[in-house]
């Protein structure tokens, strides 16, 4: 057996230059199962969303990298595990239109995926197995608090001591925001699972 050395996992420079997305389990009171979908920019540590649902497939994870599109831009690349969400139509397509590059990390490695496996943690520990959610609804505002939480009121030791928003609006001053090679505002209407 040859061992490979290891790399270390090489920090973006700027905003939108990758980001991250893997899902997490949990349940309702009632015991149905839900979903969370968490996306993070690499970059500032933002959480961009926590989209909560029953059912997450991949045209919903489509829809939801759309609504980011809009108000955001696109990252040059993603990365995400081999999940079929991520490895399905819907995303390809969307991802050749808007010139994304998709990273698959891989299997039965998600330390390949460092940084939202770091994010997904917290979330569990600080959100999810302290709250017992009684609806979808009450999922959602809670997962919705946490976020801004995360991004607002909490200070990273790898930002210098920054929130997450406060690295971000730093960059954004520094340097263009600008969506090059993202979309172009062609519309991703109509891509299936």
């Given at each position: 057996?040859t061992?490979?050395a290891r790399?270390?996992?090489?920090?973006p420079t700027?905003?939108?230059?990758?980001?991250?997305?893997d899902?997490?389990?949990d349940?309702?009171?009632?015991?149905?199962?839900?979903?969370l979908?968490?996306i993070?920019?690499?970059?500032?540590?933002?959480?961009?969303?926590?989209?909560?649902?029953?059912s997450l497939?991949?045209?919903?994870?489509?829809?939801?990298?759309?609504?980011?599109?809009?108000?955001r831009?696109?990252?040059?690349?993603?990365?995400?595990?081999?999940g079929p969400?991520?490895?399905?139509q819907?995303?390809?397509?969307w991802?050749?239109?808007?010139g994304?590059?998709?990273?698959f990390?891989?299997?039965?490695k998600?330390?390949?995926n460092?940084f939202?496996?770091?994010?997904?943690g917290?979330?569990r520990?600080?959100?999810?197995?302290?709250?017992?959610?009684?609806?979808?609804?009450?999922?959602r505002?809670t997962t919705a608090q946490y976020?801004?939480m995360?991004?607002?009121?909490?200070?990273?030791?790898g930002?210098?001591?920054?929130?997450?928003?406060?690295?971000?609006?730093?960059?954004?001053?520094?340097?263009?925001?600008?969506?090059q090679?993202?979309c172009?505002?062609?519309t991703?209407?109509?891509?299936?699972?």
């Amino acid at each position: 057996m040859t061992r490979v050395a290891r790399q270390p996992l090489v920090r973006p420079t700027q905003l939108n230059e990758r980001w991250s997305m893997d899902f997490v389990a949990d349940s309702l009171a009632d015991k149905r199962r839900i979903r969370l979908l968490n996306i993070l920019d690499e970059y500032s540590r933002e959480c961009l969303q926590i989209e909560v649902d029953t059912s997450l497939p991949g045209a919903r994870v489509v829809r939801t990298l759309e609504q980011l599109r809009q108000t955001r831009g696109c990252p040059r690349q993603i990365v995400i595990d081999n999940g079929p969400e991520f490895t399905g139509q819907a995303l390809d397509q969307w991802a050749y239109t808007c010139g994304v590059d998709l990273v698959f990390i891989e299997p039965g490695k998600p330390q390949q995926n460092a940084f939202i496996e770091s994010f997904n943690g917290k979330l569990r520990d600080e959100c999810l197995n302290e709250h017992w959610f009684v609806s979808l609804a009450d999922a959602r505002q809670t997962t919705a608090q946490y976020r801004w939480m995360y991004n607002e009121d909490r200070p990273h030791s790898g930002l210098d001591n920054q929130t997450p928003s406060e690295f971000a609006a730093q960059a954004a001053r520094t340097a263009s925001l600008s969506p090059q090679g993202c979309c172009s505002g062609q519309t991703t209407e109509g891509m299936d699972n």
